[in-house]
């Protein structure tokens, strides 16, 4: 194992990729590529280090552009914990130009063909105006539809995020606006934006266009001016009347005109204020509203205007919140600020989601009525088990891919330390995903009642893959026990090697976490890699002729929910002759039956055979005694006879009331067969097993030809039972000696 770790965390041999932007992004070369008509750069200078991009034209040196990296500009990280970042190219219409990836550290895009998938979604932003917004669904107007990265939603949002905010913030500081503005003197300007964003909470609508046969675009700026120095700036060194409230308007873009109509509205009041037009660098037109009147511009208020005969409304929210509607600034003042990052994600899957919650809805249902599932005759939780796996493999597996791994518990490790560091915790990386962030918040509520089973052994989708493929195959290995015990310890330090690899460095991690075939199996539109390939080929036929031995033997994420067992509260219940009766480890094909019947929690995946056998009259021996002498009923756990049978530790709160107060009545009576030397009932079950073992042996059988109790074949040769004579029970038919 440890050197198969050795080769899962050592990169393999890749084709040769042109690294020229990552090693020296301002290189002439680099630049050329995002701009290629352009034939000179300027040095990087300014705030952002921003390039000049120039081109001759008729003889002439004429300024065709910016170019900058998106590093230097805003600081958005992805699920490595690193920025993404892009060399972008912006012409002086505020048009994106070109884009070109220059460096990130994403664990999903460590192959050259992953990387260049992240490439080209990027460039499908080329040619996209500045003041529109991105969207991954159906575009609306002042939208521009791009196709997301499947499996990587992390990594697009954070993408459109670097690039978009990137870009409008460099174009507000150079001016890029459509028309003459853009060639206007900031000499004649009384401020600018950049001035306005530093001192006031200004928000910003990018509106699109106004009328569906014109593609340009509007923009709508407003901001509350409370600074005395401000206010002075923007009315030409003129200040506004003691009793008035100042609020800046500002239109930019190539469809920005004198409104027609402007008044602002708070709750029930309306306002239709004097306006002073000013001068302000980054938009075509503006002017301060002067409210005589009482407004509050702590509270939300709604702008109202009407350009080129449209009639447009936006809510402006304290703090610079822009928004459409009132509802908008009321959800934005109650939820944090990373809900609306992952918004989109939500509206996208919520048929998905909610199908997800009824499918985890209706398996927890099955584990809260269990035991009366059990009860019913012909009924047996297993299978319902088996039939949930083929829903958890079509669903979660191949239809909508949502399997959780070991990197996400290993990231959720990392933001930890870093809130408890630094006080950041970045929810956007596990809420953008919506189905792996459900299935997390099931395994979740689920590990503290009945530990880490629920997910394993029924909602995991690569565990899913492996058992049915398992059952539908003719072979059949096991290993023996003292290897089974041995092995399924390895799980653990490889769980703990990956969690500390991306604590270290995201991508050590996601090199060690190569022993997951999650991606192979449900994501393979991201693997290239042949020798990951090849090993998750491995592990997916290993699973063929074993039971499930990735899953016992391999799995980081199973280690990792298993660890969680610690606090399971809800024991699967054992009776006093569990370990003499063999039944259950028998028929366990997890092996997490120990030889005094006992379960070990934490190779457990609740597969519920034991339980079915718990609670079959017909099958298990105790049960089978009680029935012989007070007769089976659906409450037959409520009677203290049977309750005396179940292990201490095992017994309910409800049990043990009944047991305490059963003892009170009766004056502390001891517990059935406590005084019995085998504790084993003459006829029961756990009896035959024991002949039918010793028969096996050579030994002879203890029962009487009229028995009817007995276990033994027809043809044991010492037992003197009829031809006619039978158990009653199916799981000893037969007489191979399993049992």
Not at 309 to 315: I, K, Q, S, V
Not at 583 to 589: L, N, S, V
Request: with cysteine; proline share 5%; charged share 20%.
């Amino acid at each position: 194992m440890f050197a198969l770790l050795l080769v899962f965390s050592t990169a393999a041999p890749v084709a040769a990729v042109d690294r020229t932007t990552i090693d020296d992004p301002f290189s002439e070369r680099s630049l050329s590529k995002v701009y290629p008509e352009a034939d000179s750069f300027s040095e990087p200078s300014g705030q952002y280090q921003t390039v000049e991009a120039y081109r001759q034209v008729d003889g002439e040196r004429r300024l065709v552009g910016y170019v900058y990296l998106t590093s230097n500009v805003v600081d958005a990280e992805g699920y490595g914990n690193e920025p993404i970042e892009f060399l972008v190219a912006l012409d002086t219409n505020g048009t994106i130009h070109g884009i070109e990836l220059v460096e990130q550290h994403e664990p999903f895009f460590d192959r050259a063909s992953a990387v260049q998938r992240l490439r080209t979604f990027s460039h499908q932003m080329v040619g996209m105006s500045v003041t529109k917004e991105v969207t991954i669904r159906e575009a609306e107007s002042g939208e521009r539809h791009i196709d997301a990265l499947t499996g990587a939603s992390v990594t697009t949002r954070v993408s459109i995020e670097t690039v978009t905010q990137s870009a409008r913030i460099v174009a507000r500081e150079k001016g890029l606006i459509e028309g003459e503005a853009a060639t206007q003197s900031s000499a004649q300007r009384n401020a600018s934006l950049d001035d306005l964003r530093r001192e006031t909470d200004l928000a910003h609508w990018p509106v699109g266009a106004l009328d569906a046969n014109d593609a340009s675009s509007l923009d709508i700026y407003a901001a509350p001016i409370e600074s005395t120095s401000m206010q002075s700036r923007l009315l030409d060194n003129d200040t506004a009347p003691a009793n008035a409230t100042m609020i800046w308007v500002g239109l930019g873009g190539a469809s920005a005109a004198p409104p027609d109509r402007l008044r602002l509205h708070q709750w029930v009041r309306s306002y239709a204020p004097s306006t002073r037009e000013t001068q302000v660098e980054g938009v075509e037109w503006s002017a301060a509203l002067l409210v005589t009147d009482p407004i509050d511009t702590t509270e939300p208020f709604v702008l109202d205007l009407t350009v080129a005969g449209e009639r447009t409304r936006r809510t402006y929210g304290p703090g610079g919140m822009a928004a459409k509607r009132p509802v908008d600034v009321a959800a934005a003042q109650t939820l944090p600020a990373w809900v609306s990052s992952v918004e989109s994600a939500w509206e996208d899957n919520w048929g998905t989601a909610i199908a997800l919650v009824v499918f985890l809805t209706a398996i927890l249902g099955v584990f809260t009525f269990r035991s009366r599932i059990c009860r019913r005759a012909g009924v047996t939780v297993n299978r319902l088990r088996i039939g949930t796996l083929g829903v958890t493999l079509v669903f979660l597996g191949w239809y909508h891919p949502t399997q959780p791994t070991t990197q996400q518990i290993a990231i959720l490790v990392r933001e930890l330390i870093s809130w408890a560091t630094t006080g950041g915790f970045r929810w956007a990386l596990f809420l953008s995903a919506p189905l792996v962030a459900i299935t997390f918040v099931a395994i979740a509520l689920t590990i503290p009642k009945w530990g880490r089973g629920v997910f394993c052994g029924w909602i995991c989708p690569f565990g899913a893959l492996s058992e049915l493929l398992y059952k539908v195959t003719p072979w059949s290995y096991e290993l023996p026990r003292k290897y089974h015990v041995k092995l399924e310890k390895i799980r653990y330090p490889i769980f703990i090697a990956i969690v500390v690899g991306f604590v270290i460095s995201t991508d050590f991690g996601a090199k060690l976490a190569k022993v997951e075939p999650f991606k192979a199996a449900f994501y393979s539109s991201l693997v290239t890699d042949p020798v990951y390939i090849g090993w998750s080929v491995v592990l997916i036929a290993a699973g063929a002729v074993m039971f499930r031995p990735y899953c016992r033997y391999l799995c980081p994420l199973g280690a990792g929910l298993a660890l969680g067992n610690v606090v399971q509260q809800t024991p699967i219940q054992r009776y006093d002759l569990c370990g003499d009766c063999v039944k259950c480890q028998t028929d366990c094909d997890f092996q997490a039956i120990e030889d005094d019947g006992s379960i070990n929690k934490f190779q457990c995946f609740q597969c519920s055979v034991c339980v079915d056998n718990y609670y079959d009259p017909e099958g298990c021996p105790v049960v089978l005694q009680y029935d012989n002498e007070h007769g089976f009923t659906v409450d037959a756990w409520r009677d203290p006879h049977l309750i005396e049978r179940i292990r201490p530790e095992d017994r309910t709160t409800e049990q043990q009331r009944i047991l305490a107060e059963r003892v009170a009545t009766d004056g502390g009576k001891p517990e059935l067969f406590a005084e019995s030397g085998d504790l084993v009932p003459d006829g029961a079950v756990v009896n035959m097993v024991r002949q039918s073992t010793d028969d096996a042996d050579g030994g002879s059988c203890g029962c009487s030809t009229g028995d009817a109790g007995c276990g033994c074949s027809t043809g044991n040769s010492g037992c003197g039972c009829s031809d006619s004579e039978t158990t009653g029970t199916d799981w000893l038919g037969g007489g191979d000696g399993d049992a």
